[in-house]
């Protein structure tokens, strides 16, 4: 019976550590295979791909605080792939494929990391751009350039700075090699092109000194070939003969007509001073007293009597019958010429009615010596400016 006891024991020394190895080797391995285990251990193997399929695949057995640990656990991985994409640690393929993989499981609804990956996307394009822009300003299109560094994101702090710099550069550049052909252009006294050419930057840079300066002193080469004032004596026999009434007579009033243009203004008007000597001519010329005789005549007095009635009221004189009878019509008809209108030259034409230039009314001009300008045309409905006959070759005013 002792043997018995004593055999019973040995077996129980025996067996009972066994059971005890044996449980704890199965509560080791129920504890190793568990879910959560079995995600962090390929978590800290960053094997995110088995961590992705077994989040799938054990997703129903799993706590509410291991799936959040899980999803925290990824979202830093995701954090730090994004901040060594600023700092150009990684390549974004690598970051791209992560954040695919885990914002298509187990991140789909994480809207930081749907975040963060925008910022990856951003920069990524923004980076695109920039390589761009260097290669646009490597090959002289400073233009080009530009418009690429300016899509470079603020929130790429590793390369905005860079893109302002080199847009700047660019600026420079483009504005200098502008003006250089601008000024090609003004030797050539091409100044339209060369104004056209400096306007057409100002769609880029609207507020650069440089090119400012540059079309005011185009501007101020444009202009000063018609500065100043400038006279003809015209003719305003046809018009003085219908405001007389004398409509189908001929008569000549070579009257001073004077133009004015002071860079931003021009002024037409008849001289006041050349009426009394416009008269005179007219009643010095055979035609135009041969008509103011018919007309006498329609009123029962001869050429004889009306020598005689001149002679009697006005001291022989015709021209001061004439300003007697006719000046308030004769002024009418000379004021109808006097105007003011805003214009903008350019080495062709004369705008008018337009701070800058316009296709509707217009002179065309030559001025090939500085003292003499003739207008060519006119083109437009600007009143009284259609009532002028053209070739009109003016003189320069000097005082």
Known sequence: MAKKKTLIKRI?????????????????????????????RALEAEDY?????????????LKDEQTEAIQESLYSVAKDYHDDYLKEKVEYDDVADYYKLVMESVLSYHRKTKKLFEEVETIHQSRIDYDKGIELMEAGDYLGAIEFFRKVSEIDELYIDKALQYEDSCKQSYIAELIAEADVLIAEEKYESARELIISAFDYFPEEDELTAKLEEITALMYSDIEGKWSTTYDFGDLIASEMGLSGYSLYFPAELMFEFDGTTMKMYVNEDSIEEALDAMCADPDSMDA????????GVNKLEADVLVKLFYGGSYSAFLLDQYGTEINEALNAFKCEIVYSADSRKIHLGASQSNTADYFTYESEESNSLELLSYTGNTDPIYALKFPINLIRKLF
Request: aromatic residues 18%; proline residues 4%.
């Open 12 to 40: 129980l020394f025996i067996v009972i550590p066994i059971v005890l190895v044996l449980g704890a080797i199965g509560g080791f391995l129920m504890w190793y295979f568990a879910p959560a285990n079995r995600i962090n």
């Open 49 to 61: 791909q088995t961590v992705t399929a077994l989040y799938d695949e054990l997703y129903d057995r």
């Open 292 to 299: 103011l005789y018919v007309v006498a005549e329609q009123y």
